[in-house]
Each structure stands twice: as C-alpha cells, then as structure tokens.
C-alpha cells in the first residue's frame, strides 16, 4: 500500500494488512444481521450458586467427566426452547412464512486467531452435559487449530456466545441469521441479594443477555425464555 492508499499517512506511521478470509466472511454475515433484523437485546441473571457448588462437587468426583457452565446453558437453553418452541423457528426471507424446528442444534461462537466461529451441536437434547463439555471442547480446540468445514457450521436453531471466562457485565450479541435469537453470557460474579427480613446474603450471579428478532418475538416472551433459562440453569443436576 503507497501514501495515496492509505489515509492515515499524513497523522503518523501505520501498519496495513488484508482482512482474513474468515473474518470477511463473517464480518459480512454479521453486517447483514444486524441491519436486516430489528434486534433488541434482554438482560436477566441466573442465581447459579447451588449449581457452582453442584458443579464443583461433581467436577472433583469426576475428573474425567466434567461439567462446564457452558454445557449447563446449552441444556437449559434447549428446555426452554421445548417450551417456547417459537424461539427455535426460522423467518423466510419474504417474512411470509415462519418454520419451526423440532430439533435442537445449538450454536457455540468460538474465538479463535482468525476470527470468530460457531460450530453447531446436534441433537443437544439427546446428550448429558458431560458429553456436550467434551464435544465442545474438542470442536473449539479444532476450530482454533484447523478449522471447521461449513456442514459443522450449518444447521443452527439457537446460539450462544460465552464471554464468561473474560468479564464483562452484559452485552448485544448479533443474531445468527436465520435463527431468531441469541444467548449472550458474561462472568458471574459474587453480588449481595437481600433476602427474607432484610438478611443480607452474598449469591452468585451469572448475567444473561438475549438478543432476539423482534418482528417474530415480543418482548415479554424474551423476559419469560431468559427466566426459564435461569431457572433451569439454577436447577439442573450435572448428571443431566
Ligand atoms: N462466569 C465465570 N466463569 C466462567 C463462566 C462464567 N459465565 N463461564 C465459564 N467460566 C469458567 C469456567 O468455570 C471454566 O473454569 P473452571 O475450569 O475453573 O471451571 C472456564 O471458564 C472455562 O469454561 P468452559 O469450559 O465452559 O468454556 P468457556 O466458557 O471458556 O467457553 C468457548 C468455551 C469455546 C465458548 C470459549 O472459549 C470462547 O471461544 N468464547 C468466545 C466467544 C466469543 O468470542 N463471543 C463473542 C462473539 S461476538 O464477537
């Protein structure tokens, strides 16, 4: 690139390099959903400290099979789905016609060097949580060393997008065209709650953000699928 293609040579030195193929393509995706799907974006919290200490009990007794909250989500995710099936349907792009799936294939945004991908689950309401913990992490760790081919990428009824392993309080994860909606979680945190007659107790508290396609949900469906997802995630046994 010479000094007449770069316009921020006149202000100091600068580095120019092409954008990856990957990032392209998904910058592109993202950049259609997001100006094509009118997205609004819910925020809840899941009281999680019974299943943080579950979890850990569980975790130390099985080492070899361990539960993450990630695969917690995903199964909450599904129950709520089941109960508000039109969270897993699919707009024509005419908007004419709403399809509702009857499988669960949930998708996962994987951060990797050369950009983001979101390989899909199969079938996550026939798997434990242990097999879904597994299956996760090796897709993402193929995912950052390999890639995924686009059959791993496809077939999606629901995404989530964890940020819960960096921080962060909430924030507005983009739609995963043509799915309806999105789960966004961010890191759970230790917050005090006030209890029956005023006690103070300290609870963990993992924030939930729902994006989701408001010509097909309204809003009072998105606060009623996030609570069930918290509750669920609140209630679920790592044997699940
Ligand atoms: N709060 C606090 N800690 C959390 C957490 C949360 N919400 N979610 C996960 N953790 C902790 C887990 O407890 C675990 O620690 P322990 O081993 O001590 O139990 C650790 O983080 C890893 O958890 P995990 O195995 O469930 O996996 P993950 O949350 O790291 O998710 C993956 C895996 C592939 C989704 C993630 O590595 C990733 O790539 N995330 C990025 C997604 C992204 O970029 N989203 C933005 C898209 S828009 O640009």
Redesign the pocket.
């Known amino acids: 690139m010479n000094d007449h293609e770069n316009p921020f040579a006149a202000f100091g030195p600068v580095e120019a390099k092409p954008v990856g193929k990957i990032q392209k393509i998904t910058g592109n995706l993202l950049h259609r959903s997001w100006t094509s799907i009118p997205h609004v974006t819910h925020n809840d919290q899941a009281d999680v400290t019974e299943f943080e200490a579950r979890r850990r009990a569980w975790?130390d007794a099985h080492p070899q099979a361990k539960v993450?909250?990630?695969?917690a989500l995903i199964k909450a995710s599904v129950s709520a789905l089941k109960a508000m099936p039109i969270f897993n349907s699919s707009l024509s792009p005419d908007g004419a016609t709403l399809f509702t799936k009857r499988y669960f294939h949930i998708g996962?945004?994987?951060?990797t060097p050369n950009g983001?991908l979101v390989p899909v689950f199969r079938d996550c309401d026939r798997k434990s949580q242990t097999d879904i913990?597994e299956e996760?992490?090796a897709i993402?760790a193929k995912a950052r060393t390999s890639g995924l081919s686009m059959t791993e990428m496809s077939g999606g009824c629901f995404s989530i997008?964890?940020?819960?392993?960096i921080g962060g309080t909430s924030f507005t994860?983009?739609i995963n065209a043509p799915e309806v909606a999105i789960l966004g979680?961010?890191?759970?945190v230790d917050a005090p709650v006030r209890e029956e007659r005023d006690e103070i107790s300290w609870r963990k508290l993992?924030p939930l953000s729902l994006s989701y396609d408001h010509r097909v949900i309204n809003g009072a469906d998105a606060a009623r699928f996030v609570r069930h997802i918290a509750e669920k995630v609140a209630a679920i046994m790592p044997g699940e």
């Open positions: 975790n993450t909250p990630l695969a996962i945004a994987v951060d983001l913990a996760v992490a993402a997008s964890s940020l819960g392993h994860p983009i979680v961010t890191k759970v993992m």
